[in-house]
């Protein structure tokens, strides 16, 4: 293992180690007063956004294997499932609550814009980080400017069905490992966000969160802020509105109709 892949782990381990106690210490000061749901938005966006971008340079720059990339993705995707705490760390998430009326609308306002702001935060506190030059890799991307080129490879319209896609996919396996124990069921949908990573990432990144495409892929250079709006905020909307509208919706309704149509003769007339 390189020294620059040695220095990016322990540098991600150092955010999710503070990210945590922070997490901790808040929800202890802020337990009695209704607002540790907000400060664990924020401090787990943040975490979320860091960590990120901090794998986004060791592949797009540090030019790793995509067998490593894709097991860190992984890794990645199981600590942030078990540090959360009920935080989204995904506007997605926010506005799925609010439609099942498991949050208010304003709660879900209130934590999307905790999400927005962390995002912010981490765009940020990272380039500071990396001016540091823990790593050759940071010194080198200190060189360049911290520049960063879109990584979206294919018409808009394209780009945004890879987006709707891969959120399609990760909604579709929360919604249905709810009723899994979160130790097992963290593991299963970090299977699936590696798999949407290894499928779509070469054409979009494969963001499938507005929060942490704001934070990640916004300030690179090759398209304009609207085409982003379009690929990273609009697609994964209509991803998760997708697969909660046919699971919630459809699929229940077709299965009504067949069951109904599969009724004995005698019993259709008794109704």
């Known amino acids: 293992m390189s020294s620059d892949v040695a220095v990016s782990l322990l540098v991600l381990a150092g ?19 209704g607002l540790s749901v907000y400060a664990m938005e924020l401090v787990s966006t943040f975490q979320l956004c860091c960590c990120t971008h901090e794998l986004k340079l060791l592949s797009e720059v540090g030019g790793i294997e995509p067998r490593l990339a894709l097991t860190l993705t992984y890794v990645a995707a199981v600590v942030h499932g078990l540090t959360f705490r009920g935080a989204f760390g ?18 879900a306002l209130r934590r999307i814009a905790c999400q927005f702001i ?43 069905a890879v987006e709707l896609a891969c959120a399609f996919a990760v909604q579709t396996i929360i919604t249905h490992t709810r009723s899994v124990e979160e130790k097992y069921r963290v593991h299963a949908v970090a299977a699936t966000i590696t798999t949407v990573v290894y499928a779509g990432g070469g054409v979009t990144g494969a ?10 892929q916004f300030p690179c250079s090759g398209h304009s802020f609207l085409d982003y709006c ?4 609009l697609g994964p909307l209509l991803g998760m509105m997708s697969s909660v509208l046919l699971f919630d919706k459809l699929v229940p309704s077709l299965w009504r109709k067949s069951s109904s149509l599969d009724l004995p003769l005698d019993a259709k007339k008794s109704t």
């Open 230 to 233: 379009l690929v990273y905020w």
């Open 15 to 33: 955010i999710v180690a503070l990210s945590d106690a922070t997490r901790r210490l808040l929800f202890r000061a802020l337990a009695h007063t």
């Open 207 to 216: 963001v499938f969160n507005p929060a942490l495409a704001f934070s990640t």
């Open 90 to 107: 995904n506007p997605s998430g926010a506005l799925e609550h609010a439609y099942r009326a498991q949050l208010t609308g304003g709660c």
């Open 118 to 160: 962390a995002a912010a935060a981490a765009r940020a506190a990272v380039p500071v980080l990396w001016s540091v030059g823990l790593s050759g890799l940071h010194a080198r991307h200190k060189l360049l400017g911290f520049r960063c080129i879109s990584p979206i490879h294919v018409p808009l319209p394209q780009a945004a």
